[in-house]
């Protein structure tokens, strides 16, 4: 398996608090991403890194934000959690930016 | 944006059958993946392909690049119950761009 650690694994947090996932690799991969899953939609992106400090938005971007300060971690922010971003978050790598490979999720709900 | 047509959505099949499914799209891709899910997990990357035209196997499973660059298939042979999961595959079109398309999956169901 691929160096990836995910945490939290499960979180249930309120409307309206903010909530940080964070990703962690141990590749040195030089692409990081950050998919939502939902039933009837598949895989969405919502922001992608290509190195420490450089980050672009993907499909689903409205509501998140995203900081890389360093080559193995990758943080996703909800600034104000809402109820539709329940899912289950998924973190990427890939060194070429071709094949990504997954972390084992972040389920999220919000009540 | 892009979108891949994945299909079937689902399919039922008895063990030890062969299986098929397939990834369409109206773009060109340059680089086709085909993803495993289990249920709980993180998608796992099965095959990748890289030209038009490439035919690729993984032990039982074989993949192949279309030639026109907007299609690729997937086909499992003497399917066995572990192969049971959510299928996906994912296009990368190139041209600088470094974001996955994804197709919704197909779910397989092998009856034993």
């Known amino acids: 398996d691929a160096g990836i650690t995910q945490s939290p694994r499960h979180k249930v947090t309120e409307t309206g608090t903010p909530v940080t996932l964070r990703c962690h690799q141990t590749e040195n991969h030089r692409y990081m991403y950050w998919y939502r899953q939902d039933p009837g939609h598949g895989l969405r992106l919502i922001h992608y890194s290509y190195g420490v400090k450089d980050t672009d938005k993907g499909e689903v971007s409205d509501g998140y934000s995203v900081s890389r300060s360093k080559t193995e971690d990758f943080l996703l922010t909800l600034e104000s959690a809402t109820s539709s971003q329940t899912s289950v978050y998924f973190c990427?790598?890939?060194?070429?930016?071709?094949?990504?490979?997954f972390g084992q999720g972040t389920r999220l709900t919000v009540v | 944006g892009q979108q891949l047509n994945q299909s079937p959505q689902s399919m039922f099949i008895q063990e030890g059958e062969d299986v098929s499914m397939n990834c369409t799209s109206s773009?060109?891709?340059?680089?086709w993946l085909w993803y495993k899910q289990d249920p709980g997990e993180g998608p796992v990357l099965l095959i990748a392909?890289?030209?038009?035209?490439e035919l690729t196997s993984n032990g039982r499973l074989t993949a192949q690049f279309g030639i026109t660059r907007k299609d690729s298939f997937l086909n499992i042979s003497a399917s066995i119950p572990s192969d049971v999961g959510i299928y996906f595959c994912?296009?990368?079109?190139?041209?600088?761009?470094?974001?996955?398309?994804f197709g919704k999956g197909t779910k397989l169901s092998v009856i034993p």
């Open positions: 994912a296009g990368l079109s190139g041209a600088g761009s470094y974001q996955l398309t």
């Open positions: 392909l890289y030209k038009a035209g």
């Open positions: 773009s060109i891709f340059n680089t």
């Open positions: 990427a790598i890939s060194g070429q930016g071709r094949e990504a490979f």
